[in-house]
């Protein structure tokens, strides 16, 4: 079993719906958590850290759900703009931080 | 934009070559970390950097790999004798404290020939 595992998707959504990912993880020691968005051949962007009582930063929602092992990101009112992979992030503290592979999301007009 | 950088952006080699790349982090973060990500995968840890000091090594760093941080500042990662399975995109991420986000540079994408 992964460490961290994302359902990979696609996720082809039309323009203004809700979208969201699960991102579970193995090692019930892990400490902080954290979303990241990819743009295809770019570098991972942090999108947000995931905060024990869940947190939101505008049309994103993120999640963190310890007794089952899992974060969540929710998108409202989805752009054209949001198209791309959102990779979860895990950490055990330290220096390790283990990413998933990543859920692919597709916007369309 | 003080961000990370890395250089280069783009390595075209032979195999057999030996390449490096250069990683800049963000100037007061203290820590620095190396990834290799091939298509459809996250980053894969390679290598981590606490200051100058390197705390940890991936097994998936063989002995063709090294990575060095001189002076605590910027860091370099050379592979040495290159062969087709190093071609990935290699990404050099920094941070400030334990368990704080990673803010990753642009990457250096390695194609071997």
């Known amino acids: 079993r992964k460490e961290v595992e994302q359902d990979p998707g696609p996720f082809n959504v039309p323009e203004g719906a809700t979208v969201a990912f699960n991102c579970t993880y193995s090692?019930?020691?892990?400490?902080?958590f954290f979303w990241y968005r990819q743009d295809c051949r770019k570098e991972p962007k942090l999108l947000m850290s995931?905060?024990?009582s869940g947190n939101e930063d505008g049309r994103f929602t993120a999640q963190l759900n310890r007794a089952s092992q899992y974060i969540s990101l929710l998108i409202r009112d989805s752009k054209l703009s949001d198209s791309a992979t959102y990779l979860c992030?895990?950490?055990?503290?330290?220096?390790?931080?283990?990413f998933g592979a990543g859920t692919r999301l597709f916007v369309k007009a | 934009d003080t961000g990370v950088s890395q250089d280069p952006r783009h390595k075209i080699t032979k195999r057999g070559q030996n390449v490096t790349f250069r990683c800049d982090p963000i100037?007061?973060?203290?820590?620095l970390y190396w990834y290799r990500q091939t298509l459809g995968q996250g980053p894969e840890f390679l290598t981590y950097f606490q200051n100058e000091a390197q705390l940890e090594k991936s097994r998936l760093l063989s002995d063709r790999f090294s990575a060095e941080r001189p002076k605590g500042s910027f860091s370099t990662l050379e592979i040495q004798r290159t062969e087709q399975g190093d071609s990935a995109m290699y990404l050099c991420a920094s941070s400030f404290g334990e368990s704080q986000p990673q803010h990753f540079g642009d990457g250096t994408r390695l194609s071997i020939l």
């Open positions: 090692n019930s020691a892990s400490q902080s």
């Open positions: 100037s007061e973060h203290n820590r």
């Open positions: 992030a895990v950490s055990l503290g330290g220096f390790k931080t283990i």
């Open positions: 995931v905060y024990s």
